[in-house]
């Protein structure tokens, strides 16, 4: 007993220390546990399999997709249009939408549902993300106190007043608990929140003309202005050839950019039209649309000559299912070194597109912009070329660094730009999710793995590997590594010993005061084991303790659930905390210095509000 006892408190040493990552201490804590013989190597990994770990790390991957999406910008876009540019309505908005989801769904799947869309948000308005994630991750908590099913430690209860032969409580006998904590969690974390964890920007306005974005790019080289579409028709003459064989830029100065052409795969909620970058090879079909780059005149006559016809209008943005899109295929800038070999040389003669793959579309020297006539444009050194091509063969380029340099991260990049139109089919699996969760027509487990599963299969990621990329591993390794603390403690006896001997002092001084030591024992043993566990080592004595005084127990019992699922002092104590830890770049001691007086204040309230509501 006295061994894990030192353990936990040395790992709560380093937690607070900080300068330990925190699933490293999580790690050598599980290690030490193993070696002094207190848990079985299978005991201490049990925390691996636990369903809680694998649901986190699905639901990872689905917030992923609904970033990767732009599902998550779409949805920001309405909350912030409703807060305006109020910092405290957006405020607002976040902590009741995540309490109300946080009532239906579990507090870890809210978490993970609402968090890029909280961070979008954040970005979209110019206020740091640690401002809202944490409070975010509290409100889905406080929300899940207002439904049977919201938090694990509801349903434990649950059990206990069922075993004894006490009426069950309903699925909305919890939401009076509920809005009080809520209304508390607002009053308290908004002067908190603002003072405590509001970031420091990281080096605002650090991104200069070394690293732009696509639409930037556009805007600064005017490409809209030159930037056409025609549509091969069954009478061109250009229709079923090559464009190697049509010798098109040299005979009317126009850059054929993209051939856009109808998928193969069709459906509502998939792409159904193919993106394809132009090149020597490309054929010509009837239906297709080319964008052009060029003078209007030179586009008029290429139409004209070739029976092709044009489209309403030029193209007046760069994103979007009938415009210049940055989706598959991306723009960059490359700057030439002075000792590049192609000074001198003209831009037709450089074989970009035949070598690399990309089309030179406009040039940068001392300040002014080259857009026309660009083939016979002669290179010279410091100019920057506007490169169009897939996002693979920019980055291709960029590790080719001998004649130039690729400006900014042509991955990262590629990674900023949202597949829009997958976005429908990303809210029709999330959506499924929900409804599976709260219908519990299957485990939720099973719910969270198959959206995941879905997320990947319909292209909701460009990769498996981006889906991958999107699981904080940080976060589950240290969850999965603390998990099987509480079963130490329960094996040790530690727990029992504890409870029973902080709860058993306190019985002859009324039903309030040993209301309090549950709530406040509970309360204490959360910060160091998940709250699930708590409520189900404390809920049992809870129950002796209110029949040995004679009072009813569904105070006691709320008092427990409400103690367990109320813990914000620390980042480990439920699956929400510990999911925006990293996200919103927080330290143990930011969780103290947040979530430690809002504990104390939610459990000071509390001792006074539930036996209003559920008499003695």
């Known amino acids: 007993m006295l061994t894990t006892l030192i353990i936990l408190a040395v790992a709560a040493f380093f937690f607070v220390n900080g300068k330990i990552r925190s699933d490293i201490v999580a790690l050598c804590a599980l290690v030490l546990l193993i070696l002094f013989n207190i848990l079985t190597p299978e005991e201490a990994l049990s925390g691996f399999a636990n369903s809680i770990v694998i649901m986190m790390v699905g639901l990872f991957v689905v917030g992923g ?57 954040a970005m979209s308005a110019n206020i740091s993300p640690s401002r809202f994630l944490m409070p975010m991750a509290f409100a889905s908590s406080m929300g899940g106190m207002a439904t049977l099913i919201g938090t694990p430690p509801n349903l434990v209860i649950q059990g206990v007043l069922a075993q004894q032969g006490y009426n069950d409580l309903s699925f909305f006998s919890f939401t009076p608990v509920g809005i009080v904590c809520i209304v508390i969690g607002l009053i308290v974390l908004i002067p908190l929140s603002k003072f405590f964890l509001t970031k420091k920007e990281e080096k605002k306005g650090e991104e200069t003309s070394s690293s732009r974005s696509p639409k930037e790019l556009v805007q600064k080289f005017q490409l809209t202005d030159n ?34 052409r109808k998928s193969t795969t069709q459906g509502r909620f998939l792409k159904t039209v193919d993106q394809k970058l132009a090149g020597p090879d490309t054929e010509l079909l009837p239906g297709d649309i080319l964008y052009l780059f060029g003078a209007f005149e030179h586009i008029q006559r290429f139409a004209e000559e070739n029976q092709l016809e044009m489209t309403e209008s030029k193209v007046s943005e760069f994103a979007g299912p009938e415009k210049l899109s940055v989706q598959e295929i991306g723009i960059a800038e490359m700057l030439l070194t002075p000792d590049s070999k192609l000074i001198g040389r003209a831009v037709k003669d450089s074989d970009f597109r035949d070598k690399y793959g ?11 912009y080259i857009l026309s006539n660009i083939k016979d444009i002669k290179m010279h050194s410091g100019d920057i070329l506007l490169i169009q091509g897939t996002w693979e063969n920019i980055t291709f380029l960029s590790k080719k660094q001998t004649n130039w340099v690729v400006l900014g991260q042509p991955i990262e990049e590629a990674a900023k730009v949202t597949l829009d139109y997958k976005a429908p089919l990303a809210a029709l699996i999330m959506l499924l999710m929900i409804v599976a969760m709260v219908t519990q027509v299957i485990p939720a487990v099973a ?21 991958y990329k999107t699981i904080n591993w940080e976060s589950i390794v240290l969850i999965a590594a ?117 504990q104390i204040i939610m459990g000071i309230v509390m001792i006074f509000v539930l036996p209003l509501l559920f008499p003695f």
Do not use: H, W
Not at 89 to 113: C, M, P, Q
Not at 229 to 256: E, P
Not at 448 to 462: E, Q, S, Y
Not at 496 to 507: F, R, T
């Open 227 to 260: 930037l056409f579409r025609v549509q091969v028709g069954m009478q061109a003459t250009i229709a079923n050839k090559r464009l190697v064989d049509l010798n098109i830029t040299q005979r009317y100065n126009i850059s054929i950019l993209e051939v856009r």
């Open 358 to 368: 990309v089309n030179v579309l406009g040039i940068e020297r001392n300040g002014k």
């Open 447 to 467: 719910a969270v793995l198959i959206a995941a599963i879905l997320m990947v299969l319909t292209g909701c990621f460009r990769s498996v590997e981006d889906a």
């Open 65 to 121: 997709a609904i970033f990767k999406t732009g599902l998550a910008k779409m949805i920001s876009g309405k909350i912030l249009q409703l807060a305006g540019k109020s910092e405290i309505k957006l405020f607002i908005l976040i902590v009741l939408v995540t309490a109300f989801i946080g009532g239906f769904v579990s507090n870890t799947g809210t978490v993970a549902l609402m968090l890029p869309i909280v961070v979008s948000m």
């Open 482 to 598: 603390m998990l099987p603390m509480s079963l130490a403690l329960e094996k040790t006896g530690t727990s029992a010993l504890i409870s029973e001997k902080l709860v058993g002092g306190l019985g002859d001084y009324g039903p309030i005061i040993l209301m309090a030591g549950i709530y406040f024992t509970t309360s204490l043993m959360t910060m160091f084991i998940s709250n699930t566990a708590t409520a189900v080592l404390i809920a049992p004595i809870a129950m002796q303790s209110a029949l040995a005084i004679g009072v009813s127990p569904y105070p006691f019992l709320m008092a427990v659930t409400v103690a367990a699922s109320m813990c914000f002092a620390s980042p480990f104590s439920t699956p929400p905390n510990a999911l925006v830890m990293s996200a919103g770049k927080y330290t143990f001691m930011d969780y103290v210095k947040v979530g430690m007086p809002l």
